[in-house]
């Protein structure tokens, strides 16, 4: 089983800024690549943004130029760095890795984008 622990969420208002971590075991994080995606109450859940184990990054449309994902192989820590928030960022934020066509989740932490 593979252990993927989010932190970082809270309730913070349009134009602020948040920062989600996620630690994942040593073992998986060196060789894989790791994503955060979203889920917006009613809606499907989306790919926000990921980065390969060589930095290549990849964001959704919607994010690009306001969020930045990073990795930091000594603490097996991926961040998610949130600019310029907008309400409807509004979400669940999910880290992710995909293992042999396997994919492991964290818990979640809410991201909340109000006045």
């Known amino acids: 089983q593979v252990q993927l622990v989010e932190s970082g969420g809270g309730l913070v208002q349009p134009g602020g800024s948040l920062r989600l971590s996620c630690a994942a075991p040593?073992?998986?994080?060196?060789?894989?690549?790791m994503g955060w995606y979203r889920q917006a109450p009613g809606k499907q859940r989306e790919l926000v943004a990921t980065i390969t184990i060589t930095r290549v990054t990849n964001y959704v449309d919607s994010v690009k130029g306001r969020f930045t994902i990073s990795r930091d192989n000594a603490k097996n820590t991926v961040y998610l760095q949130m600019n310029s928030l907008k309400p409807e960022d509004t979400a669940i934020y999910y880290c992710?890795?995909?293992?042999?066509?396997?994919?492991?989740w964290g818990q979640g932490t809410q991201v909340t984008v109000s006045s």
């Open positions: 992710n890795t995909k293992i042999v066509g396997t994919n492991y």
């Open positions: 040593g073992r998986i994080f060196s060789m894989n690549t």
